[in-house]
């Protein structure tokens, strides 16, 4: 292990681009010439978002987006999709969502759009923004077409990708310009290679979701509050309830949750709650999991973990936010869950481990007392962007096996970092071909490691904040 000194590079606030880097084997570089996005862009008469869904195939083809329900609202490109709808409310313009950005020449779309009173053939009136991962770019004719992403590749395949856009950091050619949300966030290129130009998004638009009205007050879940977790629509199960079949059917469902509470989940925050610092208390820990970065450490380190003796007598409880969930990657999570449960040497890990999801507003205040540190994979080419919506939930984060070349703002430098000591051969094979990547990785020296940093780093913090929600104050969060 090392200290964060040596496996970051931090910025100062607002350097625009200075410190930008050429890449290096998937290095980072910063963004050319980044300006702040213009007024037009705002003033169009229509701003029609599209986003990759789990399922293909969309009722509607064009909808309003503020009323897409997300399946989760904490990470990825759907907290993206909420963010621009708060940043556009209340200026002069339609913020519209299309799920299905194939059918945009179907007879249904046009419709939609007569109906709004859109003239789809004015290009200059009608801006396209795509979200999402770069390699699932879509484009939409008669419109001017942009791209946003929180996406910086620091870790490119080694092996020549054969689909165009294989490699994750290119996209068609029909996209003017890329929106981004940090100077120091790497630019996309074209197929030509060359980097597009780049405008910088508002100040806080990462955010903008987590900052504006509708989030809940400041709760504390106790050991007799279990059920409420789920009443504010925090779902959680641990590996051992999890039920692949309920996990997809909450992609079709509105906001809120329907899930039951988890008696795993009871009991943690039983032990969590208690009064004593001694071995009786536990602590949640969060871990992203940014499901469509292919060459992710994430899977890896959990079948590590629930290989090791005894980690379910350990003073932590892993809870695990899967995101960026698409057609492409709709049986990570099952699959994941899958072999834990083969490769688990003790059962009774399995129920130390929780699948986790936020899917409402009110929910989110929840995150600061429930969560000490947040263990977050250097190499997610989101980790700024989770760094970023982390630090406004008030939840401390660590960067786990982050590469060397990795750039980040002053504001977003982690508690610690913990730097790869393995690097393993990673073959991917999808509908973009196949790859190989070389992904640095913990040993279980590492790992043992970073369990004891992240214990000690708790312990000198002290606990989260907790104070309890209860009688008239739970009435006021439930009006």
Not at 137 to 148: C, D, E, G
Not at 295 to 304: D, F, G, N, Q, Y
Request: aromatic content about 6%; proline content about 9%.
């Amino acid at each position: 292990m090392a200290s964060q000194s040596r496996a970051l590079k931090p910025l100062p606030d607002g350097a625009g681009g200075a410190g930008a880097r050429r890449r290096e084997r998937g290095g980072a570089r910063g963004a050319p010439n980044s300006q702040r996005v213009d007024a037009e862009f705002w003033g169009s008469d229509a701003i029609v978002a599209s986003v990759p869904l789990v399922e293909p195939g969309a009722r509607a083809a064009v909808i309003a987006a503020a009323r897409h329900p997300c399946a989760q609202i904490l990470f990825g490109f759907e907290a993206q999709l909420r963010a621009l709808v708060r940043l556009a409310a209340g200026r002069d313009t339609t913020l519209l969502l299309a799920p299905a950005p194939e059918l945009f020449s179907a007879t249904d779309s046009f419709s939609a759009f007569r109906r709004l009173g859109i003239a789809v053939g004015a290009a200059e009136k009608l801006v396209h923004v795509r979200l999402g991962m770069a390699r699932h770019a879509r484009l939409l004719k008669q419109a001017s077409n942009v791209i946003l992403t929180g996406e910086s590749h620091t870790l490119l395949p080694t092996s020549p990708p054969q689909h165009p856009f294989g490699s994750g950091d290119r996209v068609p050619a029909g996209f003017s310009r890329q929106l981004i949300y940090f100077p120091e966030q790497s630019p996309l290129s074209g197929l030509d290679g060359h980097p597009m130009p780049t405008a910088l998004l508002d100040d806080g638009a990462v955010v903008a979701d987590l900052l504006g009205p509708g989030a809940g007050p400041s709760a504390w879940v106790g050991a007799d509050d279990a059920a409420f977790c789920a009443e504010l629509g925090l779902e959680i199960a641990s590996f051992a309830e999890f039920n692949a079949a309920a996990w997809r059917e909450a992609w079709r469902g509105a906001g809120g949750s329907g899930a039951p509470p988890s008696l795993d989940w009871r009991r943690a925050v039983t032990f969590a709650g208690a009064p004593n610092h001694g071995s009786d208390r536990l602590t949640p820990l969060l871990l992203p999991w940014n499901v469509a970065n292919p060459a992710s450490i994430v899977p890896p380190l959990i079948e590590r973990l629930s290989r090791a003796g005894r980690w379910q007598d350990r003073s932590l409880r892993l809870v695990v936010f899967p995101f960026n969930e698409s057609w492409e990657t709709a049986g990570a999570v099952a699959g994941l869950i899958q072999r834990v449960r083969a490769a688990s040497a003790e059962p009774a890990t399995l129920r130390t481990m929780f699948l986790a999801r936020l899917r409402a507003d009110r929910a989110a205040a929840l995150m600061r007392h429930l969560f000490a540190l947040a263990w977050v994979e250097g190499g997610d080419p989101e980790c700024a962007l989770t760094l970023a919506r982390l630090a406004a939930l008030g939840v401390p984060a660590v960067l786990v096996a982050p590469p060397p070349n990795l750039t980040l703002p002053q504001a977003l430098m982690p508690r610690f970092s913990v730097v790869a000591d393995e690097e393993t051969r990673h073959e991917v094979l999808d509908a973009f071909g196949a790859r190989l990547f070389m992904v640095p990785s913990l040993s279980a020296r590492a790992v043992a490691g970073l369990i004891g940093r992240t214990r000690d780093e708790i312990a000198r913090a002290g606990p989260p904040p907790v104070p309890r929600l209860g009688g008239g104050a739970r009435d006021a969060a439930h009006a």
